[in-house]
């Protein structure tokens, strides 16, 4: 695959640990998901992930931003959840 466009998401989180239940949620997708056109990778740097969306052309690269944001969302949500969970849980 050419890579002639990328996007490099930032996502800061409250916490490192937060960043790393969305990290390896998402991990899994790293390779699975891609097609032809687009590669993704994805770093943690304590709080912060990053998420590089590379794609050989624009419709491409937009459908993997797509895709990859609404992995993030319901990453983000599910890690939200078991958080409310467990402070619940230890009332």
Same mark, same amino acid.
Request: aromatic share 4%.
């Given at each position: 695959? /050419?890579?002639?466009?990328? =996007?490099?998401? =930032?996502? &800061?989180? %409250?916490?490192?640990?937060?960043?790393?239940?969305? &990290?390896?949620?998402?991990?899994?997708?790293?390779? !699975?998901? &891609?097609? %032809?056109? =687009? @590669?993704?990778?994805?770093?943690?740097?304590? *709080? !912060?992930?990053?998420?590089?969306?590379? *794609?050989? !052309?624009?419709? *491409?690269?937009?459908?993997?931003?797509?895709?990859?944001?609404?992995?993030?969302?319901?990453?983000?949500?599910?890690?939200?959840?078991?958080? /409310? @969970? =467990?402070?619940?849980? !230890?009332?």
């Amino acid at each position: 695959m /050419d890579e002639r466009h990328e =996007t490099l998401l =930032t996502f &800061e989180y %409250d916490s490192a640990a937060r960043a790393t239940t969305v &990290e390896a949620s998402l991990r899994p997708e790293i390779g !699975d998901i &891609e097609g %032809d056109r =687009t @590669r993704a990778s994805l770093a943690r740097d304590g *709080a !912060d992930l990053r998420l590089r969306i590379a *794609a050989a !052309d624009l419709v *491409a690269l937009r459908a993997g931003q797509n895709t990859w944001l609404s992995l993030t969302a319901v990453a983000e949500r599910c890690a939200a959840a078991g958080s /409310d @969970r =467990t402070t619940a849980n !230890d009332r």
